[in-house]
Structures are given as C-alpha cells and as structure tokens.
C-alpha cells in the first residue's frame, strides 16, 4: 500500500471515528408514555449531508427535536440513549446553547415571523453572536449572494412573500447563527418542484462552499438522496435501514416503497426479507 493510500485510509477512519453527529440508540417518550423513538441510531460526518427518510409519522421530526433539544416545549424526553455534537453530549443543554455551539433547526412549515420584513427575520437569526454588527453585516450579505430573490424582498413582510421565499428565509435566518450543522426539516413541502430544486442546490452550495453539515429529513426521497451522501430509512420510529445514497437509490425495496417505482401491495418496509438491515435498537 503506498504512503498517499495509507494517508488516505487514515483520514477517513478519522473522519468515521469523530462524526459531526453521533445519535446513539436514543429513545423518545411523550408525556411519560407515548413511546415514539426506540433505538435510533446515526451518524452525520463533518462536512457531509445525511438524508433522514421515511413516511409522514415515521419519527424523523422527532428525531431532529430530539437533537436540537426542543422535545421539552411538546412534552418529550430522550429516556435513553446519546446524541453527541462535536465530541460532547448536548441532550442536557438548552437549545439557546445548541445554537451557539454552532447546531440549529430549520422547522417544518417555513416559519418566519409574518409581521417583520425578511431582513429583520434574518437578523433575528443572529440574535446569539457576539461578534459585532460589522461580521454580521458580512454575514448578511453572504445570505443575500445564496438567496438573491431575498435581497430583493428584504423590505417585504414576510408574511406576505411565497412559499419558497419563506423557506429560504428560514435557511437564511439559520445560516445568519453561523452554523457547522444544521437540520433542516422538510424542506420540500408544499412547494412547487421547481422551487424544490433550488433549494436543494442551495443546500448543496453552503455544503460545498461554507462546510455546513445538513441532516435533512424528507419524505421526498428521490430529490434526498439525490444530494445527500448516506440515508437513513425510518419508519415505526426504528431505522430499518441505511446506506450510501447511490446505494440506496438502487436498492430494489427502496424503488418499490419510496420512489413509486415498482408494483403490488405496499406492505412495512420491515416486512422484506430481501435485504439484510442491521439493527440500530436494543432487542
């Protein structure tokens, strides 16, 4: 094996042993009873984007509160298990914390606050820096050069803007905290196919560009692992399967069951023997 080889393997045992993210076989509990999570497991390493995948249900909203600490406001509790960020275990942190160590959620449904034009909701997403007007005028630019139609309805209430220029708005807000991470919840829904993709390619330039990490989730499967590096398939609040995106979208069960290619009865994606998944929980 050469020296450049051997450089090679090293680097990416590294990058294998310190994720961005860990997520170690938590388990969610709502209102001390309703168990929703059981046994989940991921990983999301720096500088990669992760597709968190599965139908409407399956856990991947509460798996992204779960990291960014916002299950208390609905009643929640990670009761076993460990998320750790950037080697240190943050379940017991605040979300106020979360956000300055650099991981901060985008939330399903595009929410701004409608009575605030997009500038002023931009702003508000740097609310936890500490580092002078003048970087987060920088800042606001670089939000601007990614989102150009934003600039434009920067006087705008945002209330009063689309759908998409909402969701860019939230991203905008999030990237304003100067996030390494970010999760970001749905980002397709309700939005026209067009608009889909160019948020995606946005997405992938702040990955590219700025080394933000993404752990996405999405019931738009074929345009997530699309841009995503490796996926993770919950369903019933357990991962029931994962893999190299490339991998996965080739992947015959995959086809049938996410990406409406294939025919028959839909059945629990658990209940196909023609693969061999790796259990991610507890027996």
Same mark, same amino acid.
């Given at each position: 094996?050469?020296?450049?080889?051997?450089?090679? +393997?090293?680097?990416?045992?590294?990058?294998?042993?310190?994720?961005?993210?860990?997520?170690?076989?938590?388990? %969610?509990?709502?209102?001390?009873?309703?168990?929703?999570?059981?046994?989940? @497991?991921?990983?999301?390493?720096?500088?990669?984007?992760?597709?968190?995948?599965?139908?409407?249900?399956?856990? $991947?909203?509460?798996?992204? $509160?779960?990291?960014?600490?916002?299950?208390?406001?609905?009643? /929640?509790?990670?009761? $076993?298990?460990?998320?750790?960020?950037?080697?240190?275990? !943050?379940?017991?942190? @605040?979300?106020?914390?979360? %956000?300055?160590?650099?991981?901060?959620?985008?939330?399903?449904?595009?929410?701004?606050?409608?009575?605030?034009?997009?500038?002023?909701?931009?702003?508000?997403?740097? =609310?936890?820096?500490? +580092?002078?007007?003048?970087?987060?005028?920088?800042?606001?630019? &670089?939000? =601007?050069?990614?989102?150009?139609?934003?600039?434009?309805?920067? @006087?705008?209430?945002?209330?009063?803007? #689309?759908?998409?220029?909402?969701?860019?708005?939230?991203?905008?807000?999030?990237?304003? #905290? $100067?996030?390494? &991470?970010?999760?970001?919840?749905?980002? @397709?829904?309700?939005?026209?196919?067009?608009?889909?993709?160019?948020?995606?390619?946005?997405?992938?330039?702040?990955?590219?560009?700025?080394?933000?990490?993404?752990?996405?989730?999405?019931?738009?499967?074929?345009?997530?692992?699309?841009?995503?590096? =490796?996926?993770?398939?919950?369903?019933?609040?357990?991962?029931? &399967?994962? /893999?190299?995106?490339?991998?996965?979208?080739?992947?015959? +069960?995959?086809?049938?069951? =996410?990406?409406? !290619? /294939?025919? /028959?009865?839909?059945?629990?994606?658990?209940?196909?023997?023609?693969?061999?998944?790796?259990?991610?929980?507890?027996?």
């Amino acid at each position: 094996m050469s020296a450049v080889e051997t450089v090679a +393997d090293e680097t990416a045992a590294q990058v294998a042993q310190d994720p961005i993210l860990s997520v170690n076989n938590i388990e %969610v509990i709502y209102d001390h009873v309703i168990l929703v999570l059981k046994g989940v @497991s991921l990983t999301v390493p720096e500088g990669g984007i992760v597709a968190l995948l599965g139908a409407n249900g399956a856990g $991947k909203t509460t798996t992204l $509160k779960a990291v960014s600490n916002l299950l208390g406001a609905e009643r /929640g509790d990670v009761t $076993k298990g460990s998320i750790i960020f950037k080697g240190e275990e !943050v379940q017991s942190l @605040s979300p106020n914390d979360l %956000v300055r160590r650099g991981c901060i959620q985008v939330m399903e449904g595009r929410h701004c606050f409608g009575h605030l034009t997009v500038e002023e909701n931009l702003l508000t997403g740097a =609310y936890t820096r500490r +580092d002078g007007w003048g970087a987060i005028q920088t800042d606001l630019e &670089m939000v =601007y050069t990614y989102f150009p139609r934003l600039k434009e309805r920067r @006087s705008s209430l945002a209330g009063y803007t #689309s759908g998409g220029e909402q969701q860019m708005c939230a991203i905008g807000r999030a990237l304003m #905290s $100067k996030p390494t &991470m970010i999760l970001l919840d749905e980002p @397709s829904m309700g939005l026209a196919p067009q608009l889909v993709e160019e948020i995606f390619e946005i997405v992938k330039r702040l990955n590219e560009n700025e080394r933000v990490s993404f752990l996405l989730a999405e019931q738009n499967t074929n345009m997530a692992l699309k841009y995503a590096r =490796y996926g993770y398939i919950l369903e019933n609040g357990r991962v029931v &399967m994962d /893999g190299e995106a490339s991998d996965l979208r080739e992947n015959e +069960d995959v086809k049938e069951f =996410y990406l409406g !290619v /294939g025919g /028959g009865e839909r059945r629990s994606f658990r209940d196909v023997k023609s693969y061999r998944r790796r259990k991610r929980w507890l027996s």
